[in-house]
């Protein structure tokens, strides 16, 4: 069966630091990954989206960038985190080709910005 | 372009209380429905599902008809406990690109109370 892990649970970090998040998934080849971030209270703003090594779409202007050095690895970093970039991100996986059953989530990693 | 409208939160029950959380979308063609449940500190995950018009998704009490004459999904369930409190996501996705991309409507807050 197919699984997601993404780590570190929890983070607090100054601002001005840098940050790497890492989501993997095992049991299945060349899923579309996705990154998701969650301001408190609020909805879900998809961040960055990848349907194969190497090919990364960003959906928002940010600090922010992702990358995807393997097929079943996506990552999340910053060279200066602001404020701003504090909430709970989310990675995600889904078939790819036009699927439609939907995401597999990550359990998310609170990010606190201090 | 295509996008899910969800009733404003948040909503508080009794235990044992009928739920209804509205959901209507817009998009072209025929998109597939979903509903996500995120429990407090947790990441999203998939509760039910309905790919073509008229399907019921089912899934621990909970059903969505997927209604293309009003572009509706509304989740119900019949008596609500207190484990059932959550945020729930109605979403859409349209499978007409390579990256499959959901989308998510902003969410509804479930508290129950005993």
């Known amino acids: 069966s197919q699984t997601i892990h993404q780590w570190p649970a929890t983070l607090v970090q100054p601002v001005g630091s840098p940050l790497s998040l890492e989501c993997t998934v095992e049991g299945t080849s060349n899923p579309n990954l996705y990154w998701y971030r969650q301001a408190a209270g609020r909805g879900l703003q998809l961040l960055f989206y990848?349907?194969?090594?190497?090919?990364i779409s960003s959906e928002v202007p940010q600090n922010l960038s992702a990358s995807r050095p393997q097929d079943r690895q996506f990552i999340l970093s910053s060279k200066k985190l602001l404020l701003s970039d504090s909430g709970f991100y989310l990675c995600?996986?889904?078939?790819?080709?036009?699927?439609?059953?939907?995401?597999?989530f990550g359990s998310g990693t609170r990010l606190t910005v201090v | 372009g295509d996008s899910v409208t969800q009733m404003e939160g948040p909503v508080t029950l009794s235990e044992e209380a009928f739920l209804t959380i509205n959901c209507t979308y817009t998009?072209?063609?025929?998109?597939?429905l979903f509903w996500y449940v995120q429990y407090p500190g947790e990441g999203l995950q998939l509760l039910l599902k309905a790919t073509k018009a008229d399907d019921k998704g089912s899934n621990k009490g909970f059903e969505a008809t997927y209604r293309k004459e009003t572009t509706s999904f509304h989740l119900e369930k019949g008596s609500v406990q207190v484990s059932d409190s959550a945020v729930y996501f109605c979403?859409?996705?349209?499978?007409?690109?390579?990256?499959?991309?959901?989308?998510f409507g902003p969410g509804t807050s479930l508290s129950v109370i005993p």
């Open positions: 990848s349907v194969g090594i190497g090919q």
């Open positions: 979403a859409l996705s349209n499978g007409k690109t390579s990256y499959d991309k959901v989308i």
């Open positions: 995600a996986w889904a078939r790819g080709a036009g699927s439609n059953y939907g995401y597999t």
């Open positions: 998009a072209t063609g025929y998109p597939s």
